[in-house]
């Protein structure tokens, strides 16, 4: 009992019955069990809520289906001066829900003719999800890889550094090669970081414009960067570096840093990678 007492915590306020001795939930006061009671009691704005979703869904893919139609006519030059374009605009304005559809329509368009495949309905509309930085689950066999795929080459052609986070160096490695034309077609370079390259290896990797990479791998080096910044992690501090040849390394001194920066980020098997291993 004394090592309970050191942690303040009085006999009264213990659980009973559970495994370890821990303090028990205390009993919700009047007003929480109140909001808990009506919550449970006015399902009708969720089902309001839902099929103003699915109206805003079917508006979405309506557009991107216009633009499907536009784009098979264009020549690959025609597709990618256009992507290139709808780039620099969201890089300036952000991303505008019906141009981001014509985006997506062109990248599916040239999907086709590298990979032949063409996105489904439900991967067009998880990747106007995950560029609204929200989670999405999808079924085993829905096509995750390609469904992310689509908001990273959009964001990649916006001039940000995107990174394609998973759980392993093989789902890193796998994914990068499978989506790899795709990429290229619209002149963007793909890096794959996983275990056991060097520091230079790994800087040539984060260079390009789409990471692909474990959780473990981009936090560590994260840490490592900043430790290696020290009191020079500031914006201004950086840019006085690079203007000097400092930061991200020269022949001499060796990089300092390996990234170039966070910007954009998707996390594949995010439950793995935010709960099971809390990374």
């Known amino acids: 009992m004394s090592d309970v007492a050191a942690l303040g915590v009085r006999a009264a306020e213990l659980a009973h019955g559970r495994p370890y001795v821990e303090r028990g939930d205390p009993e919700l006061p009047w007003h929480d069990r109140l909001a808990i009671g009506l919550w449970s009691r006015v399902p009708a704005p969720i089902r309001i809520f839902s099929a103003g979703r699915a109206r805003a869904g079917r508006s979405y893919l309506s557009w991107v289906h216009q633009a499907a139609d536009e784009a098979a006519g264009l020549g690959d030059d025609d597709l990618r001066r256009q992507a290139q374009a709808l780039g620099r605009r969201f890089h300036r304005e952000g991303f505008d829900p019906k141009a981001c559809a014509h985006l997506f329509a062109l990248i599916g368009e040239a999907a086709h003719r590298v990979l032949d495949k063409r996105p489904y309905d439900s991967q067009y509309l998880a990747a106007w999800s995950l560029l609204q930085g929200t989670l999405v689950e999808m079924a085993t066999g829905e096509g995750k890889t390609f469904a992310a795929a689509l908001p990273a080459c959009a964001v990649a052609l916006s001039k940000l550094s995107v990174h394609v986070i998973t759980v392993n160096d093989y789902l890193a490695a796998r994914d990068a090669q499978e989506m790899g034309p795709l ?5 963007l370079e793909v890096g794959v970081v996983v275990q056991g390259l060097a520091r230079q290896q ?20 994260y840490l490592r960067d900043r430790t290696a910044l020290g009191d020079r992690a500031s914006q201004m501090h950086m840019a006085l570096d690079r ?13 300092a840093v390996v990234m170039r920066g966070l910007a954009f980020c998707i996390v594949d098997e995010a439950d793995s990678v935010f709960i099971d291993e809390a990374r």
Request: charged share 20%.
């Open 183 to 187: 990429y290229r077609f619209f002149g």
């Open 202 to 221: 790994r800087q040539a990797q984060y260079a390009r414009q789409i990471t692909y990479c474990t959780n473990k791998e981009l936090a560590f080096d």
């Open 243 to 255: 203007v000097q040849g400092r930061g991200r390394g020269t022949a001499a001194s060796g990089p």
